[in-house]
């Protein structure tokens, strides 16, 4: 694994449990309440359906935004100025790290979730246990400063590939908090949460320094 699907591996981990359980947990701790008294296998499987499902959206996103930096990045080579996209990219991720650590902050975006997340609750009243595949691909697309900062941080690789390699590490990095979402929360206070939420915010910085680090040597290399 690279340094760059480490680093967005590790904001997924941290982000899971100090941002994404304030975001998805409710939805997500309705449906398992309601399958509590299903047997274990019929509560996994919910489990397993929502995360591919989040996942699957994640990773066609990150290569859909890699293909386009790519093209951006074609275009700047033309125009002679090589690795825009990359080092655009890091700007615009440390100052939205800045931002998911408490400086500036992301709520802006995160108010705009609410179409997203009554499309859920419609899903979640189906019967069909294909609802929550449906329920996982449609809260990939939930307004979220960390998830759409890797968003960016896929343009930013300049390749579908590895933009879909970013994301895909990104959420499955998400994946054991909401998994263990009811242990996560009877453990972790909001304030423990929230620090949590700030060190993701660092993972994002770093990763934001580090593709503007590569940007300008790939650059001067040319």
């Known amino acids: 694994m690279d340094t760059g699907c480490l680093l967005a591996f590790t904001t997924g981990l941290l982000g899971g449990f100090g941002h994404c359980i304030g975001m998805c947990g409710p939805l997500v701790g309705a449906w398992s309440l309601r399958s509590a008294a299903s047997p274990r296998p ?17 990773g066609c996103i990150g290569a859909a935004m890699g293909l386009a930096g790519s093209f951006i990045d074609t275009a700047g080579r033309l125009a002679g100025t090589q690795q825009v996209v990359m080092v655009l990219a890091g700007i615009i991720m440390v100052v939205m790290g800045l931002g998911i650590c408490g400086i500036g902050g992301t709520g802006w975006l995160e108010r705009h979730n609410a179409p997203v997340l009554r499309l859920g609750r419609v899903l979640l009243g189906g019967t069909s246990d294909l609802r929550f595949l449906l329920l996982g691909l449609v809260m990939g697309l939930l307004p979220c400063g960390l998830s759409y900062t890797l968003f960016i941080a896929a343009a930013g690789t300049g390749s579908a590939t590895q933009g879909l390699l970013t994301m895909l590490a990104f959420g ?23 620090g949590v939420h700030k060190a993701g915010g660092v993972a994002v910085i770093l990763m934001g320094l580090l593709y503007i680090g590569k940007g300008i040597r790939l650059y001067a290399e040319m």
């Open 172 to 194: 499955a990095g998400t994946v054991p908090a909401l998994a263990f979402f009811g242990a996560a929360v009877a453990y972790a206070g909001s304030r423990l949460r929230a």
């Open 42 to 58: 019929g509560r996994v499987l919910p489990q397993a359906l929502y995360h591919a499902g989040r996942i699957i959206t994640y």
